[in-house]
């Protein structure tokens, strides 16, 4: 098991930015793939970035690029997620995730959650 909790969450303006962190524990987190998704009101959720255990590979959706970044530092267990330039349609909880796989861009890969942060981005 891996038990995984989010923050950096908040209100910013647009065109500011925020950086989200999730710190892990249970299994060895240097193993796992680790991800950032969100889910907005009324929508689905949806990748924003993965990262693979060694942060050799990432991947962000074409939304993002550009503005965000994902990290890792292994030695401390967590996985950040830097969010720049932010736009009134990054508003969404946000929440981390880690997959067993060494590398992983689809989220039925990820079987751990943590409880998701939320980001509100005003106009």
């Known amino acids: 098991q891996v038990q995984l909790v989010e923050s950096g969450g908040g209100l910013v303006q647009a065109g500011g930015s925020l950086r989200l962190s999730c710190t892990a524990s249970?299994?060895?987190?240097?193993?796992?793939?680790m991800g950032w998704f969100r889910q907005a009101p009324g929508k689905e959720r949806e990748v924003v970035a993965t990262?693979?255990?060694?942060?050799?590979?990432?991947y962000y959706a074409d939304s993002v690029k550009g503005r965000f970044t994902i990290s890792r530092d292994n030695a401390k267990n967590t996985v950040y997620l830097q969010m720049n330039s932010l736009k009134p349609e990054d508003t969404a909880v946000y929440y981390c995730?880690?997959?067993?796989?060494?590398?992983?861009?689809?989220?039925?890969?990820?079987?751990?959650w943590g409880q998701g942060t939320q980001v509100t981005v005003s106009s």
């Open positions: 995730a880690a997959s067993g796989l060494s590398y992983a861009t689809n989220m039925d890969a990820y079987a751990y």
């Open positions: 249970g299994r060895p987190f240097s193993n796992y793939a």
């Open positions: 990262i693979s255990w060694s942060a050799t590979s990432t």
